[in-house]
């Protein structure tokens, strides 16, 4: 099946530091990907959608500015976290769809659990 | 209200019992997703339903659109089952909207 592969999976940053995680479609091409939080005993909330060759569309109440997403080709998206803060800690897992599938299985990244100290 | 609505929050079961989790959705849908999210945070999805009925080895996916309700049945559970099980509904633009999920826990 297909496989999305999220870096890294665990991070621990300073506060004021900025935090990259990467997401990748390994085997198949990805127009969309999607980023979701989860902070503890939370469901998942969607962030951002995120469109190759355009600009991120963020959720209400999601920083763009702090959550920077670069989508540049079919295969990479990446979410920076930008002068990170404690409230920043999350558990941060993005999903991709493969653009030939007009209606897909979700594939998830394995996530990323950021702790910023 | 949640858009996604799953039932019961916490479940707890005997090695071998059969299991039933509920999830009903308020809004227009696509397909909806059952996933299973591990303690490490990590997410495998399970199925995708439009319609009717999946199986997958011991477990079984079912979704009735007029009622707009699926269930997620586990047979023969097993300590290995133990996880968070999650329904999610597809969006209008192709993100997901996530049920709290429920937390089962198979006892030997």
């Known amino acids: 099946g297909a496989v999305v592969s999220q870096h890294p999976s665990w991070v621990i940053c300073k506060s004021g530091t900025s935090v990259k995680i990467e997401c990748r479609s390994l085997?198949?091409?990805?127009?969309?990907m999607f980023w979701y939080r989860q902070f503890p005993k939370q469901s998942l909330m969607l962030m951002a959608t995120?469109?190759?060759?355009?600009?991120?569309?963020?959720e209400q109440g999601v920083e763009k500015d702090k959550f920077l997403i670069n989508h540049a080709s079919l295969t990479l998206s990446t979410l920076t976290v930008t002068s990170a803060h404690p409230e920043d800690s999350s558990f941060y897992i993005c999903?991709?769809?493969?653009?030939?599938?007009?209606?897909?299985?979700?594939?998830f990244g394995q996530g990323t659990r950021l702790t910023v100290v | 209200k949640n858009e996604v609505e799953q039932s019961p929050q916490n479940l707890t079961a005997q090695e071998g019992e059969f299991i039933t989790i509920n999830c009903s959705y308020s809004?227009?849908?696509?397909?909806l997703h059952w996933l299973q999210q591990h303690p490490g945070g990590g997410i495998v999805s399970l199925f995708m339903?439009?319609?009717g009925k999946k199986k997958h080895g011991r477990l079984i996916a079912t979704i009735n659109i007029q009622e707009k309700h699926s269930s997620l049945h586990i047979t023969a559970s097993h300590p290995r089952d133990s996880a968070v099980y999650i329904c999610?509904?597809?969006?209008?633009?192709?993100?997901?909207?996530f049920g709290k999920g429920t937390k089962l826990s198979v006892k030997p």
């Open positions: 339903l439009s319609s």
């Open positions: 995120s469109n190759e060759g355009s600009k991120a569309t963020y």
């Open positions: 085997d198949f091409q990805a127009t969309t």
């Open positions: 999903s991709a769809r493969d653009w030939q599938a007009v209606n897909t299985e979700a594939f």
């Open positions: 999610a509904v597809r969006g209008s633009q192709g993100n997901l909207i």
């Open positions: 809004v227009g849908i696509s397909a």
